[in-house]
C-alpha cells in the first residue's frame, strides 16, 4: 500500500487549501481516520478526525474553517482549509486504517505529509 499526499503549497492569510491523501496498491478496505499537523517546534496535534457512523471532530482551534471529507471509491482523504491563519502553518499528515485483503487486520498507515505554509 502506497500513500500520496498532495495540495499543500504556500498561500496568503485567509486563503484556501485543500490538502488530499490517496491510498493505492493492493487494498480490500479503506478507512479514513484523521488529518494531523505539525508545526515547527511544536507536537504533532489532532485537526480533524472521522468518528462513529461519519461523524467528524474538529481542534477548536480550526473549527469552521476545517472540513474534512473522504472518497471511499477513491481511496481519499481531503481537508478542506479556508481562512487559513498564520498559525496554521505545518506539515499536514493523513492517517489511513487499511485493511489489505479479506481477513486481515486492519493497519496503521500515515501519509509523508505536505507541508503547508501561511505567510503574506
Known amino acids: 500500500v502506497q500513500l500520496q499526499a498532495s495540495g499543500g503549497g504556500l498561500v496568503q492569510p485567509g486563503g484556501s487549501l485543500r490538502p488530499s491523501c490517496a491510498a493505492s496498491g493492493s487494498i480490500f478496505s479503506f478507512n479514513a481516520r484523521a488529518w494531523h499537523r505539525q508545526a515547527p517546534g511544536k507536537q504533532r496535534e489532532l485537526v480533524a478526525s472521522?468518528?462513529?457512523?461519519?461523524?467528524?471532530v474538529y481542534a477548536d482551534s480550526v473549527k469552521g474553517r476545517f472540513a474534512i471529507s473522504r472518497d471511499g471509491a477513491k481511496n481519499t482523504v481531503y481537508l478542506q482549509m479556508n481562512n487559513l491563519k498564520p498559525e496554521d502553518t505545518a506539515v499536514y499528515y493523513c492517517?489511513?486504517?487499511?485493511?489489505?485483503?479479506?481477513?486481515?487486520?486492519?493497519?496503521?498507515?500515515w501519509g509523508q505529509g505536505t507541508e503547508v505554509t501561511v505567510s503574506s
Open positions: 492517517n489511513l486504517g487499511i485493511v489489505s485483503r479479506y481477513g486481515s487486520r486492519e493497519s496503521d498507515y
Open positions: 472521522f468518528f462513529g457512523r461519519g461523524s467528524t
